[in-house]
């Protein structure tokens, strides 16, 4: 088990060209620009292989983590003169496999 070890930020929405999505709403969809943080936390970790030589290294890591996705400043921006429709935050899972593999001269 891995907790408190490593921790995702990501920010999404600060730079232009910003970030855009399309909400449906009862009548039609409305284009709404927003920024949103992802915190991402790794809960459990598992290398199944390491391999090591004189002149080549390579590893497997299994993460299984979750996090969730918080939508802030959102502002509707076509049709214009439309609400902004609420936006929720997103719980998610997720599972990366990463494969590291290096030569030495």
Do not use: C
Request: proline letters at 9%; aromatic letters at 12%; charged letters at 20%.
């Amino acid at each position: 088990m891995v907790l408190g070890r490593e921790v995702g930020v990501t920010l999404y929405g600060l730079k232009s060209p910003r970030d855009y999505i399309l909400v449906p709403t009862a009548n039609s969809s409305v284009a709404v620009e927003y920024q949103s943080t992802k915190l991402e936390f790794p809960f459990l970790e598992y290398r199944p292989s390491r391999k090591f030589s004189q002149d080549q290294s390579s590893s497997i890591l299994i993460q299984l983590s979750a996090g969730v996705d918080m939508p802030h400043k959102a502002k509707s921006i076509f049709p214009i003169g439309e609400p902004t429709p609420e936006l929720k935050p997103i719980w998610f899972t997720s599972i990366r496999l990463m494969f590291n593999w290096r030569h030495y001269l």
